[in-house]
């Protein structure tokens, strides 16, 4: 399967799937972190011809998807996870070879400063499978 445009939010009250608006970029192998205020912040992945490195946060409240800045290195297959703080800590994926690096995502900062470098592991590392479809 390709990299696809489309978004279903589910809704456990009514334990069923709606449609909801495209991100910007169609995307695939990306992350999917909730943040603490609700939204979803999608990272990194593979398009159609080329990695994507535009970050897109969607706000289920208004169905609307807003850019989030850009990974400082286009990856998929990684890992993201919500720290305590409330940022988002991306590691490891794969390029045109495995990555060492992590970046993180700050919410409150501006999109054209969201991301910063967070440092590198030892080993360089790809996430765990990509997962067959992305739920929040």
């Known amino acids: ?23 910007f970029a169609a995307r695939t192998e990306h992350t999917a972190t909730l943040l603490a205020n609700g939204q979803v912040l999608i990272a990194g992945g593979r398009g159609q011809y080329s990695l994507v490195a535009l970050g897109e946060r969607y706000d289920p409240a208004t169905n609307a ?38 970046e993180l995502y700050d919410p409150s900062a501006s999109p054209v400063d969201a991301w910063t470098a967070a440092g590198s592991m030892a080993t360089a590392a790809r996430g765990a499978p990509p997962p067959r479809a992305t739920c929040w």
């Open 65 to 102: 998807w807003s850019q989030a800045g850009e990974l400082t290195d286009a990856r998929y297959g990684h890992t993201a996870t919500l720290l305590n703080d409330g940022r988002t800590l991306v590691v490891g994926g794969y390029n045109t070879t495995y990555f060492a690096s992590a």
């Open 1 to 23: 399967h390709g990299p696809t445009a489309i978004t279903e939010a589910f809704d456990p009250a009514r334990n069923g799937w709606s449609a909801a608006s495209p991100p």
